[in-house]
């Protein structure tokens, strides 16, 4: 297409014809897949094909298999489902199909094919792949193609992506579309404890997973459920008398509502199924707990809808590496899957992960739950310990710490309160006491901290109320108040000498980068104030992702879910007028993350971070872009057009300015608007991906704090984790001395990491926006 002239493709030399199909189960996000691919193909020079209906597609061919441009793949982010189909195809199963599909690919001329489905389409892929040779011969044998035209099919290239709602794939932290089925399901959890807990009833929701217990599992976390089923760990023999005494004693503590989840899969140790109807009995037992219980099944609203923006993102950048892996492909490498380890995409052996995720399966048929568990991935067993932590409170006598090893842990938030806050606090106060600890609230951060005790408090400093905390889970917000005054505008003097007042042994900061500079400021103090020789640590939470340590902060996948959503509707707004484009400013500080990982959820024709800032030739080429696009545009475009711009982009040019610039300059041709989501962006309810993260790095802060112990000012004094950050890092979580972090990691004048971790991303944006590459003049 004529609209992507300028960003010269960088390897025309290798023109392939590469296919895409999406297969099995549909799940959100395949539509970001195949757009990805289809736009990396067509910029990487080669031609791409759609196989529509899966591998029926693929057997049958003729019309199920057509070219795509540039153009046709347009507005594919933000919608649902596969827009080319799916469909179980038994003919796959059989040598003759998968014949029939080989003979297709080759007489299209199809070089390369890119499968994004679940566990059984990956394994239809596997044994196409390794069936291929023999395939071959067969085609020659029955003289159909020349022995010099298949000499270039002999090895079938091929690349797998994992679209499916279950995450069920070993190898990979998390499938194409199990974030959106989560955060449906969390967003029908969050409806239903409203009226359970107005009629103080109990109900029992089943997810999807056959095989499979993540959906179930991360719903337990996010929502703070009493109990769960999952078919990779069931309970013990004793799980009716266990259910029930967990539940009791949540309803003695005082809770309303009774939660508890169940996957489809769910079984007892012996193999058999248990059931919801088995459940609602027990519950409703009048011999027992005798509660008015409820069961819903929440079935296919599970797959529902458009992707979030977790998914989006994983989508575009799993499909353009899906195509980078086609293009690096040689005889020799093994045919890979693209996977994701907590933050980085990775390329992993096909063969491998279908064969590991089959192990599962055996291992639940044996009963053999421990080999289930350990084939997970290692956080999923991480987040069971979590639920489990989180939800049998102080019910577990041999989790208590000795006396002497519990510790007084203050609890503060700073900075801009952020998706996930609450959630973190929960989980923290939960396994704390769940140790022995003694977990105590400083509210309204630092400045409420310093003054307490005045005429007018501001704050307070209090021991948590579980029946209290334990209702956070969901709730966005900070319960126990936030505040961006530093201790050093509080008076580090005061502050310091609080902590020896109160006898804290550990502080438990939960913010963003003011968070970040109140840590380094109070290490910093140490050797002036002995009381804040304590181990502290910070867990990152601000929309603006912007701390020093980590490449994920709690908050900032709630922030461009609202962001997407925002974009979206005003996107579709223009489809009356056609001819719009908007300008949307984001938040972010000086932070470009927002804007990018936004834009690259939404497909915006550019975006503008103060990384890079803008000059005004990059306007002028941006301008003369939008023009030739319209131009071109036959009417076959349904929506708007945008341009996402960072708050502090620019000193001159604001999101209004360029809206302006941009309508004088396109002289009627094109309309165009300013809009600003402001403060939606910090969200509502928090992501169930914000709200399960909180819970797993809000326990992993107590448990390095509690490595410390007590009374070690001595040993605090020069070790450099004892003032720490937790982050997620490419693929590992880490803790990382703030001392190293505000020597060489951070840009202070900046308020951001020296390295932006998603730089890459800018360009992925730009690329599959069509947006001519515009290289500043050095
Ligand atoms: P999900 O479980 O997420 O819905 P899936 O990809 O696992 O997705 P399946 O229905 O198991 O969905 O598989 C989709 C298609 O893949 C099948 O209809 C079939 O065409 C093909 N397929 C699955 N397993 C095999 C196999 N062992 N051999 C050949 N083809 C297979």
Known sequence: SNSRKGSAPSKMAVKKKIAIMTSGGDSPGMNGVVRACVRMAIHMGCDAYCIYEGYEGLVRGGDLIRKMEWHDVRGWLSEGGTLIGTARCMAFFERAGRLAAARNLISQGIDALIICGGDGSLTGADRFRAEWPSLIEELQASGEFTAETLEHYKHLNIVGLVGSIDNDLSGTDATIGCYSALARICHAVDLIEATASSHSRAFVIEVMGRHCGWLALMAGVATGADFIFIPEKPREDNWREEMCGIVDHHRKLGKRKTIVIIAEGALDRQGNKIT??????????????????RITTLGHVQRGGTAVAYDRMLATLQGVEAVKAVLDATPETPTCVIAITENKIVRKPLMQAVQDTKKVARAIERQDFD???????????????????????????????????????GFINVGAPAGGMNAAVRAGVAYCLSRGHEPVAIYNGFAGFARHHGDKPLGAVRDFDWLEVDGWASKGGSEIGTNRELPSESGMETIANLIEQYKFDALFLIGGFEAF?????????????????????????????????????????????????????????ASATRRRVFVIETQGGRS????????LGVGASAVYTPEEGISLE??????????????????????????????????????????????????????????????????????????????RLAIRCIQHLEQFGRNVHNRVKTDPMSATVIGIKGASVVFTPVQK????????????????????????????GGRPQYHHPE
């Open 741 to 768: 972090l505000e020597e060489d990691e951070t840009d202070w004048p900046n308020r951001r990491p020296k390295a932006a971790f998603w730089r890459d991303m800018k360009e992925i944006v730009d690329i599959l």
């Open 517 to 573: 500079h109140a840590v380094c400021q109070l290490r910093k103090a140490r050797d002036q104030y002995p009381s804040l020789c304590i181990p502290m640590t910070l867990l990152p939470a601000t929309i603006s992702n912007n701390v020093p340590g980590t490449e994920y902060s709690l908050g900032s996948d709630t922030c461009l879910n609202e962001l997407v959503e925002y974009c979206d509707k005003i996107k579709q707004s």
């Open 371 to 409: 080999e289930a568990m350990s084939l997970r991935d290692a956080e999923f067993s991480e987040q069971y310990r979590s639920f489990m932590m989180t939800t049998a409170v102080q019910m577990n006598e041999h989790l208590m710490l000795p006396e002497k090893e519990r510790m007084k842990i």
């Open 276 to 293: 919801p109807d088995m459940i609602r009995d027990l519950l409703a037992d009048k011999n027992g707990l005798g509660l008015d219980t």
């Open 618 to 695: 990059m306007l002028a080429a941006d301008v003369q872009h939008l023009k030739s696009v319209f131009a071109q545009d036959k009417g076959q475009s349904r929506a708007g057009r945008l341009i996402l711009i960072n708050e502090k982009a620019s000193r001159v040019y604001t999101a209004k300015l360029i809206a302006d610039i941009l309508r004088d300059e396109a002289h009627g041709r094109f309309e165009s608007r300013e809009g600003i989501p402001g403060h939606m962006q910090q969200g509502g309810v928090p992501s169930p991906m914000d709200r399960c993260r909180a819970v």
């Open 592 to 599: 470009g993350y927002v804007a990018t990982l936004g834009g």
